[in-house]
């Protein structure tokens, strides 16, 4: 079992910038160098969308399009940390904002428990 710790949301003005991160930790037998990640995030009454991915590895990154140029997802595989730095906040970023570790070896899946964003005035 993997754990997945978000830290890093709060209110921020729009046009402003917050990081994210993602501390992930598991009992025993745990390379998280194994583990492509994604940021996904959930805003009331929508469903949950993935805004940003990073291969395993961490040398391939994909995007949202509502997010491109504004926010860079990156991976410390020596930390077994993810981040996401999100810039040029807008009102519509707001959401609660998940970490999802995928195995690239095989059919699992770990969800974190989420963190707030609100980007208002």
């Known amino acids: 079992q993997v754990q997945l710790v978000e830290s890093g949301g709060g209110l921020v003005q729009p046009g402003g910038s917050l990081r994210l991160s993602c501390a992930a930790s598991?009992?025993?037998?745990?390379?998280?160098?194994?583990?492509?990640m994604s940021w996904y995030r959930q805003a009331p009454g929508k469903e949950r969308e993935l805004v940003a991915s990073?291969?395993?590895?961490?040398?391939?990154?994909n995007y949202a399009d509502s997010v491109k140029g504004r926010f860079t997802i990156s991976k410390d595989n020596a930390k077994n940390t993810v981040y996401l730095q999100m810039n040029s906040l807008k009102p519509e970023d707001t959401a609660v904002y998940y970490c999802?570790?995928?195995?690239?070896?095989?059919?699992?899946?770990?969800w974190g428990q989420g963190t707030q964003v609100t980007v208002s005035s």
């Open positions: 999802n570790a995928n195995y690239r070896l095989g059919p699992l899946s770990y």
């Open positions: 598991a009992a025993s037998g745990f390379t998280f160098r194994n583990y492509a």
């Open positions: 990073i291969t395993a590895a961490g040398g391939g990154t």
